[in-house]
């Protein structure tokens, strides 16, 4: 079978940031994270954990090590979708970052009998957050200086972001380039 699933980072408005992909039932919950780092464009290089609704909740699924095992129930490694994914419109939390906790929802919108073979991303909204910007609330203080060629920090943002004459669009998204690098997922 395959999962659609509507996965949108929280606390991020004007433009919200979404995906909308389709995924084999049976990828394990580590390859669903680097499948979301890969459609949202994160870069993989932070802790990361599932549980029903963030921290707190239980079971968490992540990938245990030796500083976190205590607060792992299920190994992300060992444990497919379809254990935990089981009916439609099921919500689940990811949690990227514990610094900056970019929290995203999760929702399995349906089940589908047929079988993939690799994931599409069918649609989404926004340009990701760059890693290391503070969280939702730093993305936005990011976007209104980004907004602003005024601003005294307008210069080392686009700097630091390596922008030298394009201009940030938060708006930005484009299925076809994320499907592009799907291509490769295994």
Known sequence: MTYQFKIQIKDITKP?????????ETITFHKFHY?????????GGHLYQFSPSGYGSNPVIADPSEDDMDETDLN???TKLNQVFTTEKQK????YDFGDDWSHQIILEKILPDEIKR???????????????????GYENLKAILADPKHEEHQDM?????LEDEEWDANYFEPEEVNEI????K
């Open 16 to 24: 919200p940031v979404w995906r909308q992909i389709q995924v084999p």
């Open 35 to 43: 499948l979301i780092q890969l459609v949202f464009g994160w870069e």
């Open 76 to 78: 992300a490694k060992k």
């Open 92 to 95: 689940f939390n990811y949690l």
């Open 119 to 137: 994931p599409v991303c069918l649609a989404g909204k926004g340009t990701c957050p760059p890693e290391d910007c503070g969280g939702p609330w």
């Open 158 to 162: 686009k700097g630091w972001l390596g």
């Open 182 to 185: 799907l291509k490769r997922f």
